[in-house]
């Protein structure tokens, strides 16, 4: 079925670099996405989201941008720490304005801080 | 304001038993969603609910259930279970429906022996 998915299973990035993890979804419809971090033993915590009447987001260090012609999102993380090691998942919604069948993830990125 | 909390944390059961699972969401959120994480399958939508109605069913077979009180407190179950449902059970709240930015509580980890 039509479902998220990321590039990338691992990404390794030196601290203090600049990170940016991709996620493609085949689903037209979908108009609403979002971005979760996932740490060891913890459930996803909210990164950002971004509706499909926009193409880029900034948060705290973050910015996701949303191409719709080609059907990709991507995160971007500013000068990486430690803390930033997790797992990273995005997420599609079809339907934000009602009939939502729940959020659809994609499989993750695992992203590393090298020291 | 407390985050999303569920209850147990983890959970030991056996083929064949049953299971309930807790979730009371944040404060004022009305939604309460829950999801089922795998290594293999990674995190799939179990169903939603809102104002004690279910809203939207993933492709669950319907060993898979669940409830929701007037507080907006939520259980799932799952009977005569397999080994298969080891999982991660997560469970997110959103203010209103589903659509609505989504909070995850820590889940509850099941082993299925």
């Known amino acids: 079925g039509e479902s998220v998915g990321l590039h990338l299973p691992t990404l390794s990035v030196q601290e203090g670099d600049n990170s940016i993890i991709n996620c493609a979804y085949s689903?037209?419809?979908?108009?609403?996405f979002i971005w979760y971090k996932q740490e060891s033993g913890k459930g996803p915590q909210f990164i950002i989201d971004i509706r499909s009447n926009m193409d880029k987001r900034q948060g705290q260090r973050v910015t996701v941008l949303l191409n719709k012609t080609v059907k990709h999102l991507s995160l971007q993380i500013a000068a990486t720490q430690p803390g930033d090691s997790a797992v990273y998942f995005c997420?599609?919604?079809?339907?934000?304005?009602?009939?939502?069948?729940?959020?659809?993830f994609g499989k993750g990125t695992h992203l590393i801080i090298q020291p | 304001k407390a985050g999303v909390t569920q209850t147990p944390r983890y959970l030991i059961k056996t083929r064949g038993q049953q299971v309930t699972l807790s979730c009371s969401p944040i404060?004022?959120?009305?939604?309460v969603s829950w999801y089922q994480q795998t290594p293999g399958q990674g995190l799939q939508f179990l169903f939603e609910?809102?104002?004690?109605?279910?809203?939207n069913k993933g492709n669950f077979p319907g060993r898979f259930s669940g409830r929701q009180f007037s507080n907006s407190r939520s259980e799932m179950n799952v009977s005569t279970l397999e080994l298969g449902d080891s999982a991660l059970y997560l469970c997110?709240?959103?203010?209103?429906?589903?659509?609505?930015?989504?909070?995850f509580g820590p889940g509850t980890r099941l082993t299925v022996l």
């Open positions: 997420a599609d919604l079809i339907g934000s304005g009602g009939g939502a069948d729940g959020l659809t």
């Open positions: 997110a709240s959103s203010l209103g429906v589903a659509a609505d930015t989504q909070y």
């Open positions: 609910y809102f104002s004690e109605t279910q809203r």
């Open positions: 689903n037209s419809a979908s108009d609403y």
């Open positions: 404060s004022g959120h009305r939604s």
